[in-house]
């Protein structure tokens, strides 16, 4: 089957510290991935994506490379700010699907 | 412009009430999906509705749970006979046409669901 492991949280760092939230995933036949971020009392926006192997995605400081040899996508981003501070979540799609398969999500706080 | 909306924010219940939530997508946008956000959980896909086809419902995790969409647009997510499991958040999201990695999904704020 199709699913999405994440590091479990919650994470707390300082500001300017450097981010990595892991995320692997076992897909049947050849995933997008995606990291959807929720900041407080909001809903989940897309931060980035990738839709092939070797493709990073990247957006606000933040990257993800798709790592086909490893079925990861890690979330990386060099300088936290408190407004990172919001719960992360990958997820695939397995194309033709009409569903996201979603991680259990990761509570990133960053303290300044 | 507006973005996915949906009602109540909030709703608690006693077990074995009957709830509605209340999605609307937004304009225009034919795919419109539920998900489920339980405690500690990722989210669950529930249902997923497209133009005038029939609905796909394999994400139900019972038979208590039904959705429709009238109209194409706004769509009603109805649990019956409420049990505690069933609290969570449920979310509710649209795409201009069906989901795909370069079509986005755009997400509601959700309602929390508190059953007593």
């Known amino acids: 089957g199709n699913s999405v492991t994440q590091m479990e949280g919650p994470v707390t760092l300082s500001e300017e510290a450097f981010l990595t939230i892991n995320c692997t995933y076992t897909a049947t036949g050849y995933p997008s991935l995606f990291w959807y971020v929720q900041y407080p009392g909001e809903g989940l926006q897309l931060l980035l994506k990738?839709?092939?192997?070797?493709d990073k995605g990247s957006n606000k400081g933040f990257e993800a490379t798709y790592r086909k040899e490893t079925t990861s996508f890690h979330l990386e981003k060099g300088s936290v700010q408190v407004s990172d501070s919001a719960v992360y979540f990958c997820a695939l799609l397995i194309q033709g699907a009409q569903k996201l398969v979603f991680g259990q999500g990761t509570r990133l706080t960053i303290n300044p | 412009g507006a973005g996915v909306s949906q009602s109540p924010s909030n709703k608690v219940t006693e077990k074995g009430k009957d709830v509605e939530l209340r999605c609307d997508p937004i304009?225009?946008?034919?795919?419109l999906y539920w998900y489920r956000q339980s405690l500690g959980q990722g989210l669950e896909f529930l249902i997923y509705f497209q133009g005038n086809s029939a609905p796909d419902k394999s994400g139900l995790p019972s038979d208590r749970f039904s959705a429709e969409r009238t109209g194409g647009s706004v769509s009603t997510l109805t649990i019956q006979r409420t049990q505690q499991e069933d609290s969570a958040v449920y979310l509710c999201?649209?795409?201009?046409?069906?989901?795909?990695?370069?079509?986005?999904?755009?997400f509601g704020p959700g309602t929390r669901l508190t059953v007593l």
């Open positions: 999201a649209s795409s201009l046409y069906g989901l795909s990695s370069y079509n986005e999904q755009f």
């Open positions: 990738a839709t092939k192997a070797d």
């Open positions: 304009s225009g946008h034919t795919a």
